[in-house]
């Protein structure tokens, strides 16, 4: 329930600005148990093309800085702090090759 408030609140400042709804969660980093937001374009029906524009226009807006290389293949992907809180936007700009490298185990 928490998560549903966090998603409303945040798509509804980033509509005011301009910016397209995502799916938001909440998680608890690897590295320190901080709590982290990350914001997805999964499980909404947007091309490809426009979830590289629609990620884009929510990094601007948040001061975020693109991960290069993403940390999964095949997606756009941004991180930064805001606020004190890890944050994350990321969605899948080729479908075809993210579900490739999703299929596959990779050694750790």
Do not use: H
């Amino acid at each position: 329930m928490i998560e549903l408030g966090v998603e409303a609140v945040v798509n509804k400042v980033g509509g005011r600005a301009g910016c397209a709804p995502l799916t938001w969660e909440l998680y608890a980093t690897d590295d320190t148990g901080a709590l982290a937001v990350s914001g997805t374009t999964s499980g909404r029906d947007y091309s490809e093309k426009q979830v590289l524009a629609i990620v884009q226009a929510w990094a601007e807006l948040l001061g975020l800085s693109r991960v290069v290389p993403p940390t999964t293949g095949g997606t756009s992907e941004y991180r930064g702090v805001v606020d004190g809180i890890e944050v994350e936007v990321w969605g899948v700009i080729d479908k075809q090759f993210y579900d490739l490298i999703s299929g596959l185990d990779f050694p750790e």
